[in-house]
């Protein structure tokens, strides 16, 4: 099973329909097309950044003039620190834009992962249980 972070926006007209869940742990779209994945995910400034360090990997390497393994390695390295960081900067991104984290939850896929949650904690849900943090 793997642990999830279930997070709700603060003012949802119906928050069942609007729980976004977030898997912790290593994340393969994001190692494999990061610039790709954080515009999916609508995290733009975190795609130019991302997009903005590749380039500067690729720079450095031909000025450097390094072998394409040693680039290669350099890619790679950058994709491994990305893939990891990745989930965090999902989360902090919801944060931002007014999600609040609503609890963890466990389960084989997001889909029953959110199912276990809403089982769990069925208040939740409910707009007036919703406290506004300062």
């Known amino acids: 099973m793997r642990l999830y972070t279930v997070h709700l926006q603060q003012h949802a007209p119906s928050p069942d ?9 290593f994340c393969w779209p994001a190692f494999l097309a990061a610039p790709v994945w954080a515009a999916a995910k609508g995290m733009w400034f975190t795609a130019l950044g991302v997009l903005s360090a590749y380039v ?10 390094l072998d394409s393994l040693s680039t290669m390695a350099l890619v790679i390295g950058a994709g491994a620190i ?29 889909d029953t ?21 300062y």
């Open 82 to 110: 990305i893939g990891f960081c990745a989930n965090d900067w999902r989360r902090a991104s919801l944060t931002s834009r007014g999600w609040r984290l609503a609890g963890l939850a466990t389960g084989a896929d997001r």
């Open 17 to 25: 329909r609007n729980a976004v869940v977030v898997s912790e742990g």
């Open 113 to 133: 992962a959110l199912r276990r949650f809403i089982d769990l904690h069925p208040d939740a849900l409910n707009p007036s249980a919703i406290t506004p943090t």
């Open 56 to 65: 500067l990997i690729l720079l450095v390497a031909v000025i450097a003039a």
